[in-house]
């Protein structure tokens, strides 16, 4: 009860923020459209509907990461976190209440990338609600990314740190706008290193319905979530100390 | 009992010591202040009797609760209403207090009743669909302490309450504390020395985390030997007295 009064507080803060719907819901269809319209005229197999959507609904998580680390830093910025800190709200109950109303924010997301992606010819089966049940730990390792960042940077670092870093890192290691193939070489073996592909590509196989093509792919997402969410834990709980 | 007992309490970071050796005790309704330049020490102190903090040394009893050992239950019967004004700024008023009345556990009945007493007495009615973030410093400031007040604290810390209002809004908090005198025991930090000579019952004068005097006004001012109580204090955090 407590923590969801926390949590739905968080919520409020999110989806009250009009730059947060602008970027978070609006910046993935522009770019499923824009890239549509590119495909139209000069098809590209990376740009098809089918293979484009789950690296957009991937790359748009990014956005979770910001959003999340920067109600974070603001609020510590701000002497609530310090007010609530003196409250029965347990440590426990802060990082679930940061964590768990974003999650619905990022479902909404995915869904609505994918309801864009229909009208624009993405063939409707239930692979879909496979592909956004798959979404949901991909959501989780970013939003614990939010955490992270949101506990160690303050919000002006956030905004370059999340917003620019991660979420070009995010689309530039993903293999959503170009073949990591063409380019090679270390480039593809860092991009392979990293979460980012692995997410993508195991969304593109949820979204054929190809369960075997999933693996490796998840572990790769529930690795990178665990220990980022380790790591998430561990710094909040520093910070909040420090307080 | 008194309400707060503090027992040699010590805070080091690193080479600074930011409270030395403090001991004291605060009687149950009393209005008690702590005064001190920059880095006396005053919200450390409260850092640390509001469980924030862990202290190097020492221990502080509230209503007989270690802030060592029984730090959840000290934090049931304190608020805190931080030197910054901290509100949740995207939320409305209501929610601003709904939002701490949900993280007491309070069941809807109480909610609504907490909601009610604290908006009159502050009064919010008139601004509690506004949104907290849009309000002037003043607002911001009585929405802060209906904050901390709405978990029905026996004891509240209100560290610089005032600091950067006008006149008029000053004036208009310091109502607001006087009112709840006797009611919760109130430590109140400040740099204004004539709000903490016109609302206290004792005031304690802290400088580099020890503390100097504690007394009332009245008598701070016969041991400095002026009728001002600004003059006083210079005295005293200068060791200039007679």
Not at chain 1, 217 to 233: D, F, M, N, P, Q
Not at chain 2, 62 to 71: H, P
Not at chain 2, 153 to 164: Q, V
Not at chain 2, 230 to 235: D, G, M, S, Y
Request: with cysteine; glycine share 8%; net charge neutral.
């Amino acid at each position: 009860m407590k923590m969801l009064t926390f949590a739905k507080r968080n919520f409020k803060e999110i989806i009250r923020d009009p730059l947060n719907l602008c970027f978070g819901l609006g910046f993935p269809i522009v770019l499923i459209l824009l890239l549509s319209a590119i495909q139209a005229n000069i098809p590209v197999e990376l740009f098809e509907i089918g293979h484009l959507t789950p690296g957009i609904v991937v790359f748009g998580f990014s956005f979770m990461t910001l959003f999340s680390a920067t109600l974070i830093s603001k609020d510590r910025g701000s002497s609530l976190l310090q007010r609530l800190y003196t409250t029965p709200l347990t440590p426990l109950d802060f990082i679930l209440g940061y964590t768990l109303p974003i999650i619905p924010i990022a479902v909404a997301q995915g869904i609505i990338c994918y309801v864009f992606a229909m009208i624009l010819g993405l063939e409707v089966t239930l692979n879909i609600l496979l592909a956004i049940a798959f979404s949901i730990p991909i959501s989780i390792l970013f939003i614990s990314l939010g955490l992270l960042f949101g506990s160690i940077l303050n919000d002006k670092q956030v905004g370059g740190i999340c917003g620019a870093l991660l979420t070009n890192l995010s689309a530039w290691l993903s293999g959503t706008w170009f073949d990591l193939e063409l380019v090679g070489g270390v480039f593809k073996k860092i991009a392979y290193s990293l979460t980012f592909v692995h997410a993508v590509e195991m969304e593109r196989a949820a979204l054929l319905g190809d369960i075997s093509g999933i693996f490796p792919h998840i572990w790769w997402v529930l690795g990178y979530a665990v220990v980022s969410l380790t790591a998430a834990v561990m710094l909040f709980l520093r910070q909040m100390k420090k307080q | 009992m008194s309400a707060i007992r503090i027992e040699g309490l010590t805070k080091l970071y690193r080479d600074v010591t930011a409270v030395d050796k403090l001991s004291l005790s605060i009687e149950e309704g009393e209005l008690f202040s702590l005064l001190g330049v920059n880095g006396a020490g005053k919200t450390t102190t409260i850092k640390i009797l509001s469980c924030l903090t862990v202290p190097t040394e020492g221990d502080a009893y509230l209503l007989g609760k270690s802030i060592r050992r029984e730090s959840s239950a000290v934090k049931s019967i304190i608020a805190v209403s931080p030197q910054e004004t901290a509100v949740a700024s995207g939320l409305s008023v209501r929610e601003n207090l709904e939002l701490m009345c949900g993280v007491h556990g309070f069941s809807r009945d109480k909610r609504e009743e907490k909601i009610k007493e604290l908006t009159e007495i502050l009064g919010l009615k008139d601004i509690i669909g506004r949104k907290a973030g849009k309000l002037s410093g003043g607002w911001q400031r009585r929405l802060s302490i209906a904050m901390a007040l709405i978990s029905e604290p026996k004891i509240l810390f209100l560290d610089e309450p005032t600091l950067g209002l006008d006149v008029l809004a000053r004036s208009d908090l310091w109502d607001i504390i006087r009112s709840l005198k006797g009611r919760v025991t109130i430590i109140l930090t400040t740099h204004y020395m004539e709000e903490a000579e016109s609302l206290s019952d004792r005031i304690a004068i802290m400088k580099d985390g020890k503390l100097l005097i504690c007394d009332t006004a009245e008598k701070i001012k016969e041991v400095a030997g002026t009728d001002n109580f600004e003059a006083a204090f210079v005295r005293i955090v200068r060791g200039d007295t007679k």
